[in-house]
Structure formats: structure tokens, C-alpha cells
């Protein structure tokens, strides 16, 4: 049966995830989390895209991504190519590094859009690795939370859904809150 084809338009916007093979790891040290984020740049050179947030979890990863002139199957399928081409090289393996077809969560409206860029960001919380979003080394959170850049991500989006002058904190204020109903702080 074939595959259900994928909706894309330019400027759509998902929540991209894959897993490792078995739910094996696809990171297994720091030069693998880098090796990734750098390939993500190459390929964003190749087939312009805007990414929001990301995590890279040790057994898979998300990727909040919009697209601009290229659907996401050419960005995933570049990307996890040359990612499994440098994993099985260095880990001399063979066979598949991601786990079946990645996933891709079309989002369209804006509550949607904020809700992802929360969980992706508290992934890292959720599996108990760390205990604040910050703390996560592989996760575009930090560059929220401290105002640093981060050359992977493009934050003016997610930041423009919040009060003005006070954007990253009020960012930091509704990924760690309990209440994911409460929007106060939000435009």
C-alpha cells in the first residue's frame, strides 16, 4: 500500500520527529549532538527552512520546522541520510540509523504552534534527564531563556506571540508554568 502523501504548502509549519532504529540511540556522545545541528545547517542552505525550536534526546528528536520553497521530505531525507551515513561510519554499522518514516505534525493555528514549542522543550523535564528546560544542553530552550543566539533557530516568531520589551521571559514564564491553559502573559 502506498504511502499517504503529506500536506505541503510554502510557509507550512511541523512538528518533526524520528526515533532510532529500535529506539537505539542516534546520539551517543557530544560529537554526535553537534555532527546533527551541523548537518541541519548545511541542509537549511541547500533547502531554505525556518526552525523554531528543536531537542535532540538521546533516542530521538523534534524539530518545529517551517518550510519555505521545499517540502519536508527533501529537508528529512537529505538531513537523516547524511546524519546515518556519519553514524554508521563512526559506529561501523549498517542498516538503518532512524526508525521507519519520520513524523511530521502539520500546524496550523497558533495555540498549536506555541503548544509544540512548550513540549519540545520540556522533553528533556518530562524524561527526567534534567530538572529545568534550561539545564538541557541539545534543546534551542536555552537560547530563549538566556537571550543568547542560538545559529540553529530563528526565535522572532515564537517570541512575537508575547508581551513586548519582555518576550523571553514571559516565553520562560509559559513553557514552565503548570497550566498550560493559562495564556495571560500572551499577546
Known amino acids: ?14 512538528h518533526i520527529t524520528a526515533r532510532g532504529n ?3 540511540a542516534i546520539f551517543r556522545d557530544v560529537i554526535d549532538y553537534r555532527m546533527y545541528l551541523k548537518l541541519l545547517r548545511n541542509v537549511r542552505n541547500r533547502y531554505p527552512f525556518i526552525l523554531h525550536s528543536y531537542c535532540l534526546m538521546q533516542n530521538h528528536l523534534h524539530l518545529q ?3 519555505i520553497d521545499h517540502p519536508t521530505h527533501f529537508i528529512i531525507r537529505d538531513l537523516h541520510t547524511e546524519y546515518a551515513i556519519y553514524f554508521n561510519r563512526k ?10 518514516r519520520y513524523g511530521a505534525k502539520l ?22 534527564i534534567v530538572e529545568r528546560p534550561e539545564d538541557y544542553r541539545w534543546s534551542s530552550y536555552l537560547a530563549y531563556y538566556s537571550g543568547k543566539e542560538d545559529p540553529n533557530i ?14 523571553s521571559f514571559t516565553y520562560q ?6 497550566n498550560n491553559d493559562d495564556d495571560s502573559f500572551i499577546l
Request: hydrophobic share 30%; no cysteine.
Open 1 to 14: 500500500m502506498p504511502r499517504k502523501r503529506r500536506v505541503w504548502f510554502p510557509g507550512a509549519i511541523y
Open 173 to 178: 514564564q509559559y513553557v514552565e508554568s503548570d
Open 65 to 67: 520546522l517551517e518550510t
Open 154 to 167: 530563528d526565535k522572532q516568531k515564537t517570541l512575537s506571540y508575547f508581551t513586548k520589551g519582555r518576550s
Open 22 to 24: 529500535r529506539r537505539d
Open 107 to 128: 500546524i496550523l493555528d497558533d495555540d498549536y504552534f506555541l503548544t509544540v514549542s512548550k513540549y519540545i522543550h520540556l522533553n528533556p523535564v518530562k524524561a527526567n
Open 91 to 100: 559506529y561501523d554499522l549498517i542498516g538503518h540509523v532512524f526508525q521507519g
